[in-house]
């Protein structure tokens, strides 16, 4: 068990289970993108750990780009808006794989993919380390899953709690009745 703040969080995905899974994935990545140079865009901050680990499991000429979601107001009545921030190179007729920590409701990734097909890249996929199906809120297509968990908060990985934890190298999950 471990202890980040206020929180008691338990064991939940060892690390050799999340690096032989990654290891799967950056094997079917190599067979789908043979020859055509897929671009990762890795969403900051949760998904270096995962990406950096994905990468070395890509056997087929590759490139990465990182990038962060900022989500802010314009007015009261727009709601929230998403900025993708830092993408320097152009995405046009690229092949796209945006890296993520975690699939939640997926409004995240949902904006994000319409922000980045605007930019008209030869084709866009997510990879996403871990996926909470019960929690989604809007209709999108993940090609690449590390693993569906069930609806609870996790931590590691690269994965934090108030910016906490994000250094453990296997997954930690808050109990039901914390
Ligand atoms: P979504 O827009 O609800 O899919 O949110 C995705 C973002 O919420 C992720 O990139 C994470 O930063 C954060 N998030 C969602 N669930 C968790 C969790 O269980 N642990 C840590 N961060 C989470």
Redesign the pocket.
Known sequence: MITIEDKKFVPFIERNTIETRIAALGQSISQDYEGKKPLLVV?LN?AFMFAAELMKNIHIPCEITFVRVSSYAKTESTGQLTEVLGLKESIRDRHVIIV??????????NKLLFQLSTQRPGSIQVATL?F?PS?LKTPLSVKYVGFEIEN????GYG???DEQGRNLDAIYVLPENH
């Open positions: 969403v949760g993520e920590d975690i699939v939640d409701t997926g409004l995240t990734m871990l909470k929690a609870r908060f996790v931590v994965l934090d709690y």
